[in-house]
């Protein structure tokens, strides 16, 4: 997919050869996994990983375009390296580097806001999951209930915006959280059964895969 452009939400953008053998390799590595459901964004180069992903376990994949990328309006399509210098986008540009909270892409959506669906679709995602209750029964007091797993496939902001949110870090901070293609970050969501209290924690942030598995 490496084209310099600024992708937003255009259809019909498909993963190049490069994003098709990094996605095969994290199927190849999540296939050991326990999986109850993959999710992903209604993009094309986000369901062509989510497939590779989902096909070994025998899983459909749900599409949620709340998980789609920034819908980045009049400025998609636009070459990203060019969009600093122009004397019709440099200003919002500064913006989205230096204080993405208040950047608004004309025709398109705030990134605040984008952060917002992003947020509440994976806690949809993680409510509609939620994890067994441990064992009742006295003799099964020392068995370990295994928490529900999902994958959900989004694209590099939403996976930034997700993270700052769940680290509880200035929105503002989110673009320096580095995410690589067909990388891995894990938050586990839910509630604790012992005392009702929900709980974050945020597993590990851009998990890349050893190079043997590429």
């Known amino acids: 997919m490496k084209t310099g452009r600024l992708p937003g939400q255009t259809p019909n953008i498909h993963l190049n050869e490069e994003g098709r053998a990094q996605a095969d390799a994290l199927g190849q590595f999540l296939k050991g996994r326990k999986l109850d459901a993959v999710y992903a964004s209604h993009l094309e180069r986000a369901i062509e990983t989510a497939w590779r992903v989902a096909?070994?376990?025998?899983?459909?994949?749900?599409?949620?375009?709340?998980?789609?990328?920034?819908?980045?309006?009049?400025?998609?399509?636009?070459?990203?390296?060019?969009?600093?210098?122009?004397?019709?986008?440099?200003?919002?540009?500064?913006?989205?580097?230096?204080?993405?909270?208040?950047?608004c892409f004309p025709n398109g959506e705030c990134l605040a806001a984008m952060q917002h669906r992003v947020v509440d679709a994976l806690e949809q995602i993680a409510a509609a999951h939620p994890d067994?209750?441990?064992?009742?029964?006295?003799?099964?007091?020392?068995?370990?209930?295994?928490?529900?797993?999902?994958?959900?496939?989004?694209?590099?902001?939403?996976?930034?915006?997700?993270?700052?949110?769940?680290?509880?870090?200035?929105?503002?901070?989110?673009?320096?959280?580095?995410?690589?293609?067909?990388?891995?970050?894990?938050?586990?969501?839910?509630?604790?059964?012992?005392?009702?209290?929900?709980?974050?924690?945020?597993?590990?942030?851009?998990q890349t895969l050893p190079d043997s598995t590429r």
């Open 132 to 206: 067994p209750a441990p064992p009742a029964a006295p003799e099964t007091q020392s068995e370990t209930a295994i928490p529900s797993t999902v994958a959900v496939v989004t694209h590099a902001d939403p996976i930034r915006a997700a993270l700052a949110y769940f680290l509880g870090m200035p929105f503002d901070n989110f673009q320096r959280l580095g995410i690589s293609p067909a990388s891995i970050s894990a938050v586990a969501l839910g509630v604790d059964h012992a005392t009702g209290n929900r709980f974050v924690h945020v597993v590990n942030v851009n």
């Open 55 to 103: 096909a070994p376990h025998g899983l459909s994949i749900r599409i949620r375009p709340e998980l789609a990328d920034t819908n980045t309006g009049d400025l998609t399509g636009r070459f990203t390296k060019d969009l600093l210098e122009a004397p019709d986008t440099k200003t919002l540009w500064q913006i989205v580097r230096d204080k993405p909270s208040e950047a």
